[in-house]
């Protein structure tokens, strides 16, 4: 959950440096457009639809979305489609590329050829290449910082990271690669003394390191600093090093990407909620690591939905985890566990808890146990002759 969060925020496009500098300033204003006038289309540049015409693209999507691309002078249609087809892209993948990114026509050809090259080093397979383009335009589109993308992508490759988690980073986490090299190392030699200083061994760190990498790359967009005073804080709040490394390894890393203001606002309201002692709440944060990552007006609205449906504190203090469930996905489930009599506000919240996946198999294992008929149907009956 954490890392789809993280995740949705998207590198800014820079296809064209230049192209960006002399966007006309209306840019923004067109683009909130949801059809086009007969004196913006008159202004389009007509080779440029033309031949996004000849490719099948729906060019009414392009100027619903991102009409002021048409308006570009100069644009590389073919240029581009034909990198892409020489990827192996079909006409059909090529349209789609094309409406889900039509900045992408705009990009100068040998950019975008360099940009194939850095991105074969992790996906030598050319119908595996075309599937992510296809699926992550705009990563792809971005042209920056090519050179840094090159050194970054050997530097995780010498880690151990696989190209295929690299490439998942290229697609997702496309910021990382824009770091300078020596940010990125910096960072990872951070990490690697807290791991240590924690009282991690030697002979763990790789696999621990590499693990949280795969869980959240975007830790490498922290400061060495900022790494340094959230540890700091969480020593100073009574955890012992190895309570942290378990809460690090729980939040996936996204712990370092707190400020010790935000960590401390939530204990204190977690304290005031549950009324409990300084020694409690450690333990309930234990048990529950986001109730650091959650701010206050978060933990406020779950907490009070789970009053609402009849729960009360000392459930969610037995079982704290149900926090991690927006009120919404709290509501569901209490109607499915309703449906089978199951009264979640008079037992404990264990049925409520977990993933998706938990709470589907949990409610099948109830959904059986409520269907087994209450005697043997294949015992011999005791009937007098």
Known sequence: MLWKLLMRSQPYRLCSFRKMLSAPKYRPFLASFTYTTDNQSNKENKMTVEKLYRLSVDIRKIRRLKGWVLLEDETYVEEIANILQQLGANQTAVARILERCPEAIICSPTAIDTQREVWQLVCKNKEELVKLIEQFPESFFTVKDQENQKLNIQFFQELG?????????????????????????????????????????????????????????????????????????????????????????????????????????????????????????????????????????????????????????????????????????????????????????DGHLAHLNGTKKQFEANFGKLQDKKGRPLFNPVAPLDVEE
Request: hydrophobic share 40%; with cysteine.
């Open 161 to 345: 990271l696989k190209n295929v988690v690299i490439s998942r980073f290229l697609t997702t986490a496309s910021n990382i690669f824009h770091n300078p090299l020596e940010k990125n190392k910096q960072m990872i030699k951070t990490l690697q003394e807290s791991y240590l200083n924690l009282g991690g061994s030697e002979a763990n760190m790789k696999v621990w390191l590499l693990k949280l990498l795969s869980q959240n790359p975007f830790i490498l967009l922290n400061s060495s600093a900022a790494v340094k005073e959230t540890l700091e804080f969480l020593q100073e709040q009574g955890f012992t090093n190895f309570e942290i490394l378990r809460l690090l390894s729980k939040l996936k890393g996204f712990l370092f990407q707190l400020c010790p203001i935000s960590i401390h606002n939530s204990m204190s309201f977690t304290e005031n909620a549950f009324k409990c002692t300084d020694h409690d709440l450690k333990q309930l944060v234990l048990k529950c690591p986001a109730l650091l990552y959650y701010s206050v007006p978060v933990l406020e609205e779950r907490i009070q939905g789970l009053l609402k449906e009849g729960i009360s504190i000392a459930q969610i203090r037995e079982t704290p985890m149900v926090l991690e469930l927006t009120p919404q996905i709290v509501q569901n489930r209490i109607r499915k566990l309703n449906s089978l009599g199951y009264r979640v506000k």
